[in-house]
């Protein structure tokens, strides 16, 4: 095998006198933190309040970190039936309580193929994670649901008043998962008062 084959392919460089020795690999820092969620809804305990099932998974800030929760464990199709991943910007709870999300909202898409699921979610975090919006400090985060029916993929903000800012990443996001059907805005305000929110803006 070449010399240079072997550098390109495992991180090794050759020392004098053909000797071998493994590069040190420095991981790929993200501008931000990112934390995992899990929340299975399939078994609500009698009388519990909604998000008593959430639980914090992993928070991460590497690329190579990503990778390996998301191969491993971070896919929508291996969820359960009633069950949400979320991935959120570490200090912020998926919560409408939360100060961050207090006075936000989120943009909707559903689906009806799983895989079609994973290759929303999938390209919604690499765009998150990459910093790909241009409004990126107005994201909180991203919510995959998989349900009986169809499956949503969820992406929430902060300020659900400022329309030109909402609109503007609802444009980017259906590039970035390749959605052509109009998506929704929905308020969280709204959202506590009604089970179905109409949607505020759509694009």
Same mark, same amino acid.
Request: proline share 2%; aromatic share 10%; charged share 30%.
């Given at each position: 095998?070449?010399?240079?084959?072997?550098?390109?392919?495992?991180?090794? =460089?050759?020392?004098? /006198? *053909?000797?071998?020795?493994?590069? +040190?690999?420095?991981?790929?820092? #993200?501008?931000?933190? !990112?934390?995992?969620?899990?929340?299975?809804?399939?078994?609500?305990?009698?009388?519990?309040?909604?998000?008593?099932?959430?639980?914090?998974?992993?928070?991460?800030?590497?690329?190579?970190?990503?990778?390996?929760?998301?191969?491993?464990?971070?896919?929508?199709?291996?969820?359960?039936?009633?069950?949400?991943?979320?991935?959120?910007?570490?200090?912020?709870?998926?919560?409408?309580?939360?100060? =961050?999300?207090?006075? /936000? *909202?989120?943009?909707?898409?559903? +689906?009806?193929?799983?895989?079609? #699921?994973?290759?929303? !979610?999938?390209?919604?975090?690499?765009?998150?994670?990459?910093?790909?919006?241009?409004?990126?400090?107005?994201?909180?985060?991203?919510?995959?649901?998989?349900?009986?029916?169809?499956?949503?993929?969820?992406?929430?903000?902060?300020?659900?008043?400022?329309?030109?800012?909402?609109?503007?990443?609802?444009?980017?996001?259906?590039?970035?998962?390749?959605?052509?059907?109009?998506?929704?805005?929905?308020?969280?305000?709204?959202?506590?008062?009604?089970?179905?929110?109409?949607?505020?803006?759509?694009?």
């Amino acid at each position: 095998m070449a010399e240079e084959e072997v550098a390109g392919g495992g991180g090794l =460089e050759s020392m004098g /006198g *053909g000797e071998m020795v493994e590069e +040190s690999k420095q991981p790929h820092r #993200l501008e931000r933190k !990112w934390t995992f969620w899990f929340d299975n809804q399939s078994k609500p305990k009698q009388g519990a309040a909604w998000g008593s099932s959430l639980r914090k998974a992993h928070t991460f800030d590497t690329v190579e970190e990503f990778w390996c929760l998301y191969d491993q464990i971070f896919r929508p199709s291996k969820l359960v039936g009633n069950a949400d991943f979320h991935c959120f910007k570490a200090g912020i709870e998926p919560k409408w309580e939360d100060p =961050e999300c207090a006075n /936000g *909202g989120k943009w909707s898409v559903t +689906s009806s193929r799983k895989a079609n #699921l994973d290759t929303m !979610w999938l390209e919604t975090l690499m765009a998150l994670i990459g910093e790909q919006f241009d409004e990126s400090d107005e994201i909180c985060g991203v919510v995959a649901s998989v349900r009986q029916r169809q499956d949503k993929l969820a992406l929430w903000t902060k300020t659900a008043t400022n329309e030109a800012v909402q609109t503007s990443i609802g444009r980017k996001w259906k590039e970035i998962i390749d959605v052509t059907d109009k998506i929704q805005y929905s308020f969280h305000d709204d959202s506590r008062r009604e089970k179905s929110a109409r949607g505020r803006y759509n694009v």
